[in-house]
């Protein structure tokens, strides 16, 4: 995927400043003792950001633009990682994070399935058991929770 | 705690060195090196997570133990801040803007070693200013209201946005997001839900540990992912391990300086350790003959910030200790220790429980040498890390990241949350528009936004207190002063290329 740099950067800057202005202006006004209440405040940082992201898009479009865009394979990573954080509660963190570094390994590079289930195996226990048993941060086990994790 | 200040630290000192404060003080230091290296869990989180290992002990021996956490945990952010782009608290954000660049270039042992030395160095100055004016000082925080607080988050906002970055709008556009995020959530003073779009998560607000990582560490994989689809790549090579005499001189003005700078600003409440850290990095910036070294591996630019989030951690204990007052989530958790020891932090604690005290001050000294002897031998270790091959050494550091910001709040929500903030982190870079303001926006906009509304409750919606206060005048002039000052800078030619 391609983008138009900076001129797309400023733009989309000034979008979220403008959804947010128009998200605190209809905000309930609730200020009991409060001169500024909830709005104000959020109405100010809106509207700045409105007006800098449109001067940051005014100066772009009198310059030339750049592109650039995320490889396939950082894409692979963001799309891993979205799977990754949306299995970890019903797969566990153990198995999942197996996974994820077998196949992130594989996406980054690594030929070896031997190495790579070896070390994605002894990682994933590892990790698991140094925040679980040594500093006593629980992590979802998942399906796994019969092995008494 | 006038009188004799020498008499009452020998007293503090003998109490430290007992051979069982000694090992808690060894456990507490080595816990929290363990805690602040990995991502997410943070110094107070660490400690509240620790604390049932104090039952049971001497109050001495507990608060000697839960400080040992503190400090060690403060320094440990650094380690993978420098090693691996991944802060592992918000006070180690700016380590990673010189501290990474050094590291790649193959400096990740004097980028250690000088974070340890300058928070050593840093954290015995700190003790020592602790001692020295601890009354005064803490009396001089009470005067901080909030049309003053308001001017210091002002003035430390302009500091870092002036700074960080190749064009002032841009650095702007970055702190607005910041303090944009920090108002998502419940509106604390009226109950207002603003800006959650409907998803019960948000209500508590953006975690900065959340958005650090996803900012920083998924970004920076990201972008390393895609270089090493390109000919030419190279993981960061070993390079040298120790100091040079060189490099440490031309550290230590930035040490001193970081000290004195985080141990004043750590007095005052709020977020101080982390604008400590940000604004000892860009006094640092402002005050070098090369600033467009910064943010490409300079040494000043770890030095600094690293001793100022120690010193800082020193500072912000002058409230508690003084006057009973927690200004920080670190020191809510001492304060709340201390509770169960059955200790209540009061201006009285120095002569009710002067073992306490005294015994705490004894023990940072003990703690610092302690953190020095212990990481100093570990440098070499860490940075070894780097010969691991990429395709295996960012997925297990996303991995670790990701327990990190689970284990923030047990939202797997986070996790989805920092894969789309290090999307955006990556579009930022690659735009130019810097990742620090966005932290420091976010973790001071609810300070900042709560000090204004309290300061026209107070006055019944007058801005006069903000004009009227010498404090406020002070630090709103210095605040333009920073934000139009690097303007006439660039045109005399001395060109700012600050960013990471």
Redesign the interface.
Same mark, same amino acid.
């Given at each position: 995927m391609k983008?138009g =740099?900076?001129r797309v950067?400023a733009i989309f =800057?000034t979008l979220?400043?403008a959804g947010?202005f128009y998200? =605190?202006v209809t905000?309930?006004d609730? %200020?009991?003792?409060?001169?500024?209440?909830?709005r104000w405040?959020?109405m100010l940082?809106?509207a700045?950001?409105t007006l &800098?992201?449109g001067?940051?898009a005014l100066?772009a479009a009198g310059e030339e633009q750049g592109s650039?865009g &995320?490889?396939s394979?950082?894409w692979g990573?963001?799309l891993l &990682?979205?799977l990754?954080?949306?299995a970890?509660?019903m797969g566990g963190?153990p198995l999942c994070?197996f996974l994820?570094?077998a196949v992130?390994?594989g996406l980054?590079?690594?030929r070896s399935w031997l190495r790579c289930l070896a070390?994605s195996a002894t990682? %994933?226990a590892l990790?698991f058991l140094?925040?679980t048993k040594? &500093?006593?941060?629980?992590?979802p086990v998942g399906f796994l929770a019969f092995l008494g994790g | 705690m006038e009188g004799d200040t020498l008499g009452h630290l020998l007293y503090g000192l003998q109490i430290a060195l007992s051979p069982i404060n000694i090992f808690y003080a060894f456990l507490g230091c080595l816990v929290g090196t363990?805690?602040g290296v990995?991502p997410g869990?943070g110094p107070a989180g660490g400690m509240a997570?620790l604390i049932p290992l104090t039952y049971g002990k001497e109050p001495a021996s507990a608060i000697i133990l839960l400080a040992g956490i503190y400090y060690g945990a403060m320094y440990g952010g650094s380690t993978t801040s420098i090693l691996l782009n991944v802060p592992g608290e918000a006070a180690s954000v700016v380590t990673t803007l010189d501290g990474y660049q050094m590291a790649r270039k193959g400096l990740a042992g004097p980028a250690l070693s000088i974070a340890a030395i300058g928070s050593f160095i840093a954290g015995t100055m700190g003790v020592l200013l602790l001692m020295l004016l601890g009354p005064p000082l803490a009396r001089a925080a009470l005067k901080f209201g909030p049309a003053e607080t308001f001017a210091l988050m002002v003035f430390g906002l302009s500091m870092v946005t002036s700074l960080a970055g190749k064009s002032l709008?841009?650095g702007?556009?970055s702190t607005?997001?910041g303090?944009?995020m920090a108002?998502v959530g419940t509106?604390l003073?009226? *109950?207002?839900i603003?800006?959650t779009f409907g998803i019960p998560k948000l209500m508590e607000g953006f975690d900065v540990v959340v958005v650090a990582i996803g900012l920083f560490a998924?970004s920076e994989?990201?972008?390393c $992912?895609?270089e090493?689809?390109k000919e030419g790549f190279k993981t960061a090579p070993l390079g040298r391990i120790w100091l040079s005499a060189r490099d440490f001189i031309q550290s230590l003005g930035a040490i001193m300086r970081g000290a004195v700078l985080g141990f004043f600003i750590g007095v005052l409440p709020g977020a101080a350790h982390v604008t400590a850290s940000f604004l000892s990095y860009t006094v640092e910036k402002r005050l070098s003959r090369n600033p467009e070294r910064f943010g490409k591996g300079e040494i000043k630019g770890v030095a600094a910030p690293e001793s100022a989030n120690n010193s800082a951690a020193c500072g912000a204990l002058i409230p508690l200790l003084t006057l009973g007052l927690p200004a920080s989530a670190v020191t809510a958790v001492l304060y709340g220790a201390l509770l169960m020891v059955g200790v209540r932090p009061s201006p009285f604690l120095f002569q009710k429980h002067p073992d306490v005290a005294w015994g705490l001050i004894g023990s940072m000294y003990v703690g610092n040498i302690m953190l020095l002897i212990l990481n100093l031998p570990l440098v070499g270790l860490w940075v070894r890390i780097l010969r691991t091959p990429?395709?295996?050494l960012?997925?297990?550091v996303? $991995?670790?990241s990701?327990?990190g910001v !689970?284990?923030v709040n047990?939202a797997?929500l986070d996790?989805?949350l920092?894969?789309i903030l290090?999307?955006l982190g !990556?579009?930022m870079r690659?735009?130019d !528009?810097p990742l620090a303001p966005v932290i420091l926006g976010l973790v001071l906009g609810d300070l900042l936004?709560q000090a204004?509304?309290q300061t026209?409750?107070i006055s019944? *919606?007058s801005i006069l207190p903000l004009v009227k206060s010498p404090i406020c005048l002070v630090l709103f002039a210095l605040a333009g002063l920073v934000m139009v000052a690097p303007r006439f800078i660039y045109k005399k030619g001395v060109k700012l290329e600050i960013e990471s």
């Amino acid at each position: 995927m391609k983008v138009g =740099a900076e001129r797309v950067g400023a733009i989309f =800057a000034t979008l979220v400043g403008a959804g947010y202005f128009y998200e =605190a202006v209809t905000m309930p006004d609730v %200020s009991i003792g409060d001169p500024l209440g909830p709005r104000w405040f959020p109405m100010l940082l809106g509207a700045s950001m409105t007006l &800098l992201g449109g001067s940051l898009a005014l100066k772009a479009a009198g310059e030339e633009q750049g592109s650039f865009g &995320l490889s396939s394979r950082s894409w692979g990573l963001v799309l891993l &990682l979205g799977l990754y954080g949306y299995a970890i509660p019903m797969g566990g963190y153990p198995l999942c994070t197996f996974l994820f570094l077998a196949v992130g390994s594989g996406l980054l590079g690594e030929r070896s399935w031997l190495r790579c289930l070896a070390i994605s195996a002894t990682m %994933s226990a590892l990790i698991f058991l140094l925040f679980t048993k040594v &500093l006593d941060i629980p992590l979802p086990v998942g399906f796994l929770a019969f092995l008494g994790g | 705690m006038e009188g004799d200040t020498l008499g009452h630290l020998l007293y503090g000192l003998q109490i430290a060195l007992s051979p069982i404060n000694i090992f808690y003080a060894f456990l507490g230091c080595l816990v929290g090196t363990l805690i602040g290296v990995l991502p997410g869990i943070g110094p107070a989180g660490g400690m509240a997570l620790l604390i049932p290992l104090t039952y049971g002990k001497e109050p001495a021996s507990a608060i000697i133990l839960l400080a040992g956490i503190y400090y060690g945990a403060m320094y440990g952010g650094s380690t993978t801040s420098i090693l691996l782009n991944v802060p592992g608290e918000a006070a180690s954000v700016v380590t990673t803007l010189d501290g990474y660049q050094m590291a790649r270039k193959g400096l990740a042992g004097p980028a250690l070693s000088i974070a340890a030395i300058g928070s050593f160095i840093a954290g015995t100055m700190g003790v020592l200013l602790l001692m020295l004016l601890g009354p005064p000082l803490a009396r001089a925080a009470l005067k901080f209201g909030p049309a003053e607080t308001f001017a210091l988050m002002v003035f430390g906002l302009s500091m870092v946005t002036s700074l960080a970055g190749k064009s002032l709008r841009r650095g702007l556009v970055s702190t607005l997001l910041g303090l944009m995020m920090a108002t998502v959530g419940t509106d604390l003073p009226t *109950g207002i839900i603003r800006f959650t779009f409907g998803i019960p998560k948000l209500m508590e607000g953006f975690d900065v540990v959340v958005v650090a990582i996803g900012l920083f560490a998924v970004s920076e994989i990201l972008s390393c $992912a895609e270089e090493m689809g390109k000919e030419g790549f190279k993981t960061a090579p070993l390079g040298r391990i120790w100091l040079s005499a060189r490099d440490f001189i031309q550290s230590l003005g930035a040490i001193m300086r970081g000290a004195v700078l985080g141990f004043f600003i750590g007095v005052l409440p709020g977020a101080a350790h982390v604008t400590a850290s940000f604004l000892s990095y860009t006094v640092e910036k402002r005050l070098s003959r090369n600033p467009e070294r910064f943010g490409k591996g300079e040494i000043k630019g770890v030095a600094a910030p690293e001793s100022a989030n120690n010193s800082a951690a020193c500072g912000a204990l002058i409230p508690l200790l003084t006057l009973g007052l927690p200004a920080s989530a670190v020191t809510a958790v001492l304060y709340g220790a201390l509770l169960m020891v059955g200790v209540r932090p009061s201006p009285f604690l120095f002569q009710k429980h002067p073992d306490v005290a005294w015994g705490l001050i004894g023990s940072m000294y003990v703690g610092n040498i302690m953190l020095l002897i212990l990481n100093l031998p570990l440098v070499g270790l860490w940075v070894r890390i780097l010969r691991t091959p990429a395709r295996w050494l960012f997925p297990v550091v996303l $991995a670790v990241s990701f327990v990190g910001v !689970y284990s923030v709040n047990n939202a797997p929500l986070d996790l989805l949350l920092a894969t789309i903030l290090g999307v955006l982190g !990556y579009f930022m870079r690659k735009l130019d !528009y810097p990742l620090a303001p966005v932290i420091l926006g976010l973790v001071l906009g609810d300070l900042l936004e709560q000090a204004l509304r309290q300061t026209l409750m107070i006055s019944g *919606g007058s801005i006069l207190p903000l004009v009227k206060s010498p404090i406020c005048l002070v630090l709103f002039a210095l605040a333009g002063l920073v934000m139009v000052a690097p303007r006439f800078i660039y045109k005399k030619g001395v060109k700012l290329e600050i960013e990471s």
